[in-house]
């Protein structure tokens, strides 16, 4: 079978045009694998035995068949005939109850393994970085969880169970077949040479094929999840088209992968089919030449004759299923690739996801772009945000940040205006973790911005405000899931959500997807009293714009100076009346800090800020 070199895989034909998730070298996979047969090593055990057990079961009847033919023969008695029926019919019910409980035992026990795989890889999948993530497009991860999963639970329930069986039967034939005379084994060994080649041309191609037809799959999940998920933006921007042609080529491409798939498949069995004729002919010959030279009965060569043919399912079964093994070995890789590094049975929550570099890109500091590791801060840096000289490019050739300094004390709220495009959003990601700088230092709370330290005592509002679905308390909840009724009520009142009262069944009423809809106003109030909820020191605010002046845009400008009280804030500002009260202001230009300072200090002294100001008032004022 073909391994894959490592880095391999996705290849520029084939890849999403994202940089994908990381993909587990064949040594890592295998090491995996490995750790996995060990630690179920008693199932498996168990199952190998029951295996070769019942495939020597099913060789019986075979042999029962021989003797009955050379008895007819020999002119015998009728009641050796009835004995070798009954016996046959009894080998028969127990070679196919032993292949049940074999095959039973074998998905029974990696089913476990599966299970477990399953929920590491959903965890890894919440701890895979932001950045990354964003990096590689949603759709690579949701395939990986989902599809890549889905490959290997078919591998483990029908493929795995059928390979065993198929190979234990093979083994325990031809070891039958050289028992009755070692001619017939060596003729059905010229069917060798064909299947062998088969099984080599295959598995040179499929690894590779087989990896860029689940790479393409994950590309055309990418492509329509951002299609539906932004529907509306797309809508807004007329791109409609666009995006349609972008899917399009993705399901193309995913289909032109599927259908070189089918072709590789097809060569194989080919190949196999014309490895049968060939054995089964030199068998068939061996034995009319035994037979004629008295060197074997014909009970003997009927029974070389069946077994020969019995074992063409087998060969078959375990032939073919090698596509499936491969594919199930590119969707272990996959999956091992944004696991932890610690093997199936460890279980360390925070552990790296993939490669160490992965997360160490987003946990270290980038210095003029070397990625080293971050250090503990000393204490006088607790609550703080520090930018230092940050560059950040989403796209290599056009930085939408440029050599970035900002420093925000503890307890200190400094609001970020600037026009559409400056690159507030994305200073404000920056200090999330969400992305990583292409050169400077975001520390926060004095770590390295995404490192577990900061993670910790960071926490944010974006735009993008999600109810997650389930009851209103568990909403709040997963801010704080030891807060008891009243502790989320004094946060739901803190942030003026009063109409929870209003609610059909208060705190313990279904929200969210499938659940009563919360209006865009209320699922920020839900989202800030989420946040009043953490012992974040650190918030990050970039809120989605209320109409200035609307009893909404009050009611969160309120929630949101009750939620920040004491603690350090970073606020996207998109009404200017909001960064009037913040403590200093920093006003950002083509991805540049151009000013400092106190709302009053930048009227006077600031022209740019001046002008903004006095242009938003206008564009209220109309
Ligand atoms: N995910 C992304 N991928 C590529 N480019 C992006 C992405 N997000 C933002 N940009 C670009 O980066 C630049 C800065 O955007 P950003 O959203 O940070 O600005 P902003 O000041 O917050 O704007 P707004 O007030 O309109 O939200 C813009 O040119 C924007 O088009």
Redesign the pocket.
Known sequence: MSTPAPGTVPTAATAPPAAALPVADPAATRRYAWQVLRTHRGGVAAAAVVLLVGAFAGLVPVWLIGRMVDAVAADAAPSRLWWSAAALVAALVGATALAAVARLLVARTFEHALADLRERTVHAALHVPPAQVERAGTGDLVARVSGDVDVLRTAVSQVLPAVCGAGATILLTVGGLAGLDWRFAVAVLTAVPLQVWGVRAFGRRAGPVFRAERAAAADRTHQVLEAVTAADTIRALGTSDAHERRVERASLRAVDRTVEGLRVQLAFAHRLHAGELVGLGAVLVVGYWLVGAGAATVGAATTAALLVHRLFDPVGILLSQVDDLQRAQAALARVVGVLPADGPAGDTPDAAPGTTDARAAVAGTTVAGTTVAGTHAPTTDAGTIDVRGVTFA??PDRP?LHAVDLHVAAGEVVALV?A???????LARLVTGAVAPTAGTVLVDGAPAGSPRAATAVAAVTQEVHVFAGTLADDLRLARPDADDARLRDALTLVGADWVDDLPEGLRTAVGAGGLPLSPDRAQQVALARLALTDARVVVLDEATAEAGSGAARTLDVAARRVLAGRTALV?VHRLDQAARADRIAL?DAGRVVATGTHDELLAGCEPYARLWSAWHRGRAS
């Open positions: 989403y796209d939408v600037g559409s495009g400056a690159g507030k959003s994305t996207v950002l």
